[in-house]
């Protein structure tokens, strides 16, 4: 047991933070740092997009409404490519077929603003 925790804590986990609001994002990220080792700030669908297909994130946390793709086109893209990475789609959006477009989507987790605690998110990671 031992081991695994010593394993754990010498990997830096990353966490993709896809959010067009730049205020929002700041914020979000302050609090986020507290509890990821890398957070990435990404403020369009095509940005993130490029991202997830170049780069490696233990967790995304993916905003839908963004300018140009939205991001559950984005998570359609990925998910189709064989991205296996964790993503919480974030929404003021809040019905139930919202939800359910996100989960369909291939979403693992579907948040509503307001957020709760980042520290809660870290289940998601493998």
Do not use: N
Request: charged residues 30%; without cysteine; proline residues 5%.
């Amino acid at each position: 047991m031992r081991w695994r925790f010593w394993r754990i804590r010498l990997r830096r986990i990353r966490l993709l933070l896809v959010e067009d609001e730049r205020m929002v994002a700041l914020a979000l990220s302050e609090g986020l740092h507290a509890e990821w080792d890398d957070v990435v700030i990404e403020g369009t669908g095509e940005g993130a997009f490029y991202r997830l297909s170049m780069e490696s994130f233990d967790l995304v946390v993916l905003d839908v409404a963004l300018p140009g793709r939205d991001g559950l086109q984005i998570l359609k893209s990925i998910r189709q490519l064989g991205v296996k990475t964790p993503v919480l789609v974030l929404s003021a959006r809040d019905t139930v077929q919202d939800r359910i477009a996100g989960l369909d989507a291939g979403a693992d987790d579907y948040l509503v603003k307001p957020l709760p605690s980042p520290s809660s998110w870290r289940e998601f990671v493998p």
